[in-house]
């Protein structure tokens, strides 16, 4: 399968990173097609101008967007990779979203649109968070990323959610035999779904 993975973090080093490597590493292994958009690295321009939201609907589509979009096109599977930031994507994940999962690309009126734009393809969430699962189970916050995330954003599209891995704690509160349990947990997401 060629499988698009959508990466959102800065640092050079983190848990996410490491994630995003084995995530890549294994599907790869398994013989899948793996397109790696790294999105600081790219310096992925997130912010969506007026030339944007009106140039899509009259076919004016942005040169970096239109090259996202190309890459889409061509995926079976789209897997967001990110640290949770506030409840929510990192603003680059979000401008991400925002600019190439555009009006009359990802989603519209038209009769071909009306389930989605991106239907056919399965979409995976990757994602981890300071606090532990409990808290953000108990407060509602895993269900408000998963409103946002997985159904208003993956399944609006049209995708099939094949599976949204969250992992927290991670960082102060998460240990070695944590982290070792987490990139398991990956292994056998790939092995299991892919
Ligand atoms: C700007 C920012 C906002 C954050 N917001 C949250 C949050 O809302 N909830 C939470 O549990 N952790 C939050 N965190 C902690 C990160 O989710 C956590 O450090 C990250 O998942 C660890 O992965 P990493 O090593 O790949 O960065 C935030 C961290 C940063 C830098």
Redesign the pocket.
């Known amino acids: 399968m060629n499988i698009v993975v959508v990466f959102a973090?800065p640092?050079p080093q983190?848990?996410?990173?490491d994630v995003c490597n084995l995530f890549c590493e294994e599907a790869t292994r398994r013989g899948h097609t793996v397109v790696l958009r790294d999105l600081y690295a790219m310096n992925f321009n997130p912010v969506a101008s007026a030339e944007d939201i009106v140039g899509n609907l009259k076919g004016a589509v942005a040169p970096d967007v239109r090259v996202e979009q190309e890459l889409l096109d061509r995926a079976d599977v789209v897997a967001f990779i990110h640290?949770?930031?506030?409840?929510d994507r990192p603003a680059i994940l979000k401008g991400y979203v925002d600019r190439v999962f555009a009006l009359g690309y990802a989603y519209g009126y038209s009769a071909n649109k009306e389930r989605g734009g991106l239907q056919g393809k399965r979409a995976i969430l990757i994602t981890?968070?300071?606090?532990p699962d409990s808290h953000?189970h108990e407060s509602g916050?895993m269900e408000a990323i998963r409103i946002a995330q997985d159904v208003g954003t993956m399944e609006f599209c049209g995708m099939e959610m094949l599976g949204h891995v969250h992992f927290?704690p991670?960082?102060r509160r998460s240990s070695q035999a944590m982290i070792d349990g987490y990139h398991q947990k990956i292994r056998d997401f790939v092995r299991d779904k892919l």
Do not use: D, E, H, L
Not at 14 to 17: E, M, N, P, Y
Not at 83 to 87: G, H, K, N, T
Not at 128 to 131: R, T
């Open positions: 973090n640092k983190c848990f996410t990173r640290p949770i930031w506030w409840v981890s968070a300071g606090s953000f916050k927290g991670v960082g």
